[in-house]
């Protein structure tokens, strides 16, 4: 099995050999960069790219990646105001014309599950920009690519996810994936930010390690009782964070997005608790990898961008090699030898199951009147009923 | 006489012999596609795109037919907020800047003759890409390529047009287009909907047989009185609309716009009236072609989407090849023998008429100061003073 | 020293060789383009646009360049609403990003000095679109290059502006360059909308000779007495106008903004006294070039569009030579012999002084907090602290 003609809407469409693959080529795109060699590989192909919502890094990158490749793209940055959706078209109608003006699309849309709602319809693989809050398959490859790059390998990492848990698509998907190269993760969010249930149950699935904390300082005091409380008085000042900072690969860092914050008063104190400065760095490795997806608020304080550990910035670039590979091995224009082991999320087989619907009110099937709503049996978690769509769980009514 | 360097604003700017030539060439290049051939007639060419009006279709289609065919696209989507027209500036004036920057350009705007005045100005080839109400003109050339598709060819063909015969530039545009081509026509569409005179008028000029209904069941009724009350209640169920379906080649839905219905209340079941669905799928002949230009609302149900005769995405996907064809024509990239018998609309000769201007409130003479209004003679209808720009029918003054 | 790798954001960053070295390639560029040679300088090159401000020629005319040269461009027509700054991402950030996803790049930005912080945060080099009220520094290359064009040289001119020279950057800009060759230079502009005071010194500090007056009227009037009142009644109605115009070079026009005419009531009337016409032409030079940065509101009236004088159409075209000859130079892919005598405007080196922040409040320094406000000491001007950023004059406070 090849990636070649596939779609890409979740991570979880990937074995962990064919992300290993995506890296591999990922590497020979970066180094073809860097030599300014000139790529030919899509000459005479067109991605047609339709963002429905806001996007500068996304869209922007995977347009490079395909210049670079020697391709053409026609670009729908406004599609919710400049398409025909205005005039009141479906997602299955436009894509179905979309589908004859190119060779591979690149869809962003603001409903959960919208983008596999889209692949059911295409003749033409679509990857994902991004659907909801539900997935952003290609960052989660950026960023593996990220540890890939700044660390060497992407196995068994010892990583720590800082700021919103909750709502972050991008923070999600990469848990996840890292779990299944055996990575140990600890959270630090504030209440109501942690990681869903959903998330907890699927690292747990992969047998990942899981910490949490609510805040920094959390981290440190809970640090200090429990372990290093005897040691003395400036031992206990630096306290467990010194511990846990000694031993952390990988910190990764995502907005705190302050409208949200409506169950408490939040306070540029509370924000801190979420944020990397010069003294988290001294206490850190000399190869920890500080990641973010960016645009950044203020979890990352700029004293902080002079720091070689400060990747985020070649985080973004990387996107562009990672992007290229995809569309590449997509539109099966590099040479790869067809992976072993592969396999999609183990028994994600859609069922329609009559009556039921997405309990999800932002997924597109309760949206998209012509969308079936369909399910899967997840066979870890024997009383979910998840959503095809929008991998929400629902509840099980037929047991 | 040649298409190269032409402007392309009216179907009628065309002769029936060029309309074929179009064709001809769309089909040498709809194989190309198909053979996924790397075209370069167009290496080192640019496309203009610049749209004061939203458009998926349009736009994308003619941005991928430039990509195929070798050449590079600056693309203006949103240039009524974008550009120099939120500065007052007038089209004359961008024109005569644009034409600085690209070899041919596509234009929509929301007033009708627009495109033609921009034509006007304009030292490169402007294609237009629709003008308010008044004209589409490559839609008509897609519409036709399609007919030919998928039935062999556009003579002689029986047509029924379903829905908003009034408002829709496309039907207009098609209509006459099939009547210069031998076409019969039968025309369903509910009261304030119906074709308008002006167009009656130049069908009855072609000789075209022109039958009209005001809705399905009237169809179904008028026949069967007519013809096959005799016949006993079965036949009677069935009525004339069997007789009807039995013979069309082409049925061509368009948006019923509902909220264009203001004189009487539109419910759910009007709108089935102008609606395709199994029932009357399954009376149709099996070699007919359900076409239209989408988006679609409901007057084509779901389930009609999975029978082969259901051209309308293929239609829609057609907009690649003929306009890779138009494109490749006016730029003179294609051999192609120069086509006898080629002319413009008769008698469409501009004539200033001082102190006459166009009685259409939408016309461009009326918006930009200073466009001359002119107006042509039509020997078929010598009491009417036709508008040059948008074609509106204006009463004779000076006879 | 060459033009490679470097930032273009003000005229001043170029010295009198390095724009004639522009001037020299932009020729070399306009006779390629006139031959339709297809040339390939940049093939595999990216060009990043990205604008915050609507714009039509200037957007254009750069991916039309870069497209002439064989690159590709990725285009950002909307940035203040489509980009990462809706989610409250700063410049330096943004910039950051960008610089990974092409080569080279051009930035419009609403804010002072905004062009200037993006180039300091950037490893690619950045060509200011226009940056606020300050600088756009290419329309003032394609400004001279024009009048080489149309009148051989650019030495030593005989220049009248016209209009709203206190808020165009376009004028500022040029009037300086134009003093940097030796130019003498008459204004004319109604109160309020007069040259500001640090063009006025710019212009002194070339010894540039600068005559000012409030209207056509003014001119006419006061010529009249201060030379040719003893000439009789004909004379004196032709008056010093006559005689203004038989010596310019140049008639520069800009837009006279109504709505900036707060402090008196606007009139037509008062709008033809910075207007251009029939009889003005009839009164100017054979070999005259009338100019205007488009779009014009009613400086330039429809008839002197058919006068082989109004270089205006021409000027907005010289866009394309003139940014292909950038890009080229600044990339780094076109053979230029380094010039001799490069320097940057004199003693402009940034310094922070502790506690001084730059008056401008639209300087990008008071909005976006991580910018560190620089000064630089003006030797001409002993008594000014001008903003490294914006340009704009501060009170010396250390002296």
């Given amino acids: 099995m090849t990636l070649t003609g596939r779609h890409l809407i979740s991570i979880n469409d990937l074995s962990n050999e064919e992300i290993e693959l995506v890296i591999e080529i990922a590497d020979q795109m970066h180094s073809a960069l860097e030599r300014k060699?000139?790529?030919?590989?899509?000459?005479?192909?067109?991605?047609?790219?339709?963002?429905?919502?806001?996007?500068?890094?996304?869209r922007s990158s995977f347009e490079t990646a395909m210049h670079r490749l020697g391709g053409t793209v026609v670009s729908h940055a406004e599609a919710q105001t400049t398409s025909?959706?205005?005039?009141?078209?479906?997602?299955?109608?436009?894509?179905?014309?979309?589908?004859?003006?190119?060779?591979?699309?690149?869809?962003?849309?603001?409903?959960?599950?919208?983008?596999?709602?889209?692949?059911?319809?295409?003749?033409?693989?679509?990857?994902?920009?991004?659907?909801?809050?539900?997935?952003?398959?290609?960052?989660?490859?950026?960023?593996?690519?990220?540890?890939?790059?700044?660390?060497?390998n992407i196995k068994g990492m010892n990583v720590a996810l800082c700021g919103d848990l909750r709502h972050g698509r991008t923070v999600h998907s990469l848990a996840v994936a890292l779990a299944r190269f055996g990575a140990e993760i600890t959270c630090i969010a504030p209440e109501g930010f942690e990681l869903p249930d959903h998330i907890r149950n699927a690292l747990k699935d992969y047998k990942c390690k899981l910490t949490e904390y609510k805040s920094l300082e959390d981290v440190d005091s809970e640090g200090s009782l429990a372990i290093h409380h005897s040691k003395g008085k400036e031992r206990h000042q630096e306290g467990f964070m010194n511990f846990l900072l000694e031993r952390l690969d990988v910190l990764y860092f995502t907005r705190l997005q302050r409208e949200r914050f409506s169950s408490r008063e939040a306070t540029e104190t509370d924000q801190e608790s979420y944020r990397i400065n010069k003294q988290l760095l001294a206490m850190s490795r000399e190869d920890a990898v500080i990641m973010h997806p960016l645009p950044r608020i203020n979890e990352l304080a700029y004293e902080v961008d002079q720091d070689k550990r400060a990747a985020y910035f070649r985080q973004a670039g990387y996107g562009v090699p990672v992007r290229m590979a995809l569309i590449a091995l997509i539109l099966g224009v590099v040479q790869a030898k067809p992976v072993r082991g592969v396999r999609t999320v183990p028994g994600k087989l859609p069922e329609e199951i009559p009556g039921v619907t997405c309990s999800n009110e932002h997924c597109v099937t309760n949206i998209e009147g012509y969308a079936t709503p369909k399910f899967y049996r997840d066979p870890h978690d024997p009383q979910a009923l998840k959503c095809y769509y929008c991998d929400w769980v629902n509840k099980r009514i037929d047991q």
């Fill in 84 to 152: 025909s959706v205005a005039k009141g078209e479906n997602i299955a109608d436009t894509v179905r014309v979309l589908e004859k003006y190119a060779d591979i699309m690149v869809m962003r849309h603001p409903l959960d599950g919208s983008t596999r709602l889209a692949a059911d319809h295409s003749q033409i693989p679509i990857i994902s920009g991004g659907d909801g809050s539900h997935e952003h398959p290609t960052q989660t490859l950026l960023d593996l690519y990220t540890i890939k790059e700044e660390k060497g």
């Fill in 37 to 58: 060699e000139q790529l030919h590989y899509c000459d005479g192909k067109e991605l047609y790219t339709i963002f429905y919502e806001a996007s500068t890094r996304t």
